[in-house]
Nanobody, 126 residues
Framework: QVQLVESGGGLVQAGGSLRLSCAAS????????MGWFRQAPGKEREFVAA????????GYADSVKDRFTVSRDNTGNTVYLQMNSLKPEDTAVYYC???????????????????WGQGTQVTVSS
């Protein structure tokens, strides 16, 4: 069993930056592929970024590529999402998720993920 807790969300002006963190606990000696998803009001949850178990492979949605960076601290089982040049359309609840069954690469499909955090609100104002 894995528990995920996101933090770092808040209110920021357009063009600003935020760094989200996802801390994993509840299962020892495990290292999973991790994904970030977001959900805006009235819309479906969508893929944002992901990182492989090793941390060597990353992927991004076209809407955030070149602005967001995903990384991980393997020793602390913490995953980060650095968000730069934020736009109002980035406003959403951001979720961290773990893909416990994957050994290589990552998935952009939310159906592949087994564990989810509670989400953290990101609001970008103009």
């Amino acid at each position: 069993q894995v528990q995920l807790v996101e933090s770092g969300g808040g209110l920021v002006q357009a063009g600003g930056s935020l760094r989200l963190s996802c801390a994993a606990s509840g299962r020892t000696f495990s290292r999973d592929a991790m994904g970030w998803f977001r959900q805006a009001p009235g819309k479906e949850r969508e893929f944002v970024a992901a990182i492989s178990r090793s941390g060597s492979n990353t992927g991004y949605a076209d809407s955030v590529k070149d602005r967001f960076t995903v990384s991980r601290d393997n020793t602390g089982n913490t995953v980060y999402l650095q968000m730069n040049s934020l736009k109002p359309e980035d406003t959403a609840v951001y979720y961290c998720a773990a893909d416990s069954g994957r050994t290589l690469g990552y998935s952009s499909s939310l159906d592949e993920y087994d564990y989810w955090g509670q989400g953290t609100q990101v609001t970008v104002s103009s």
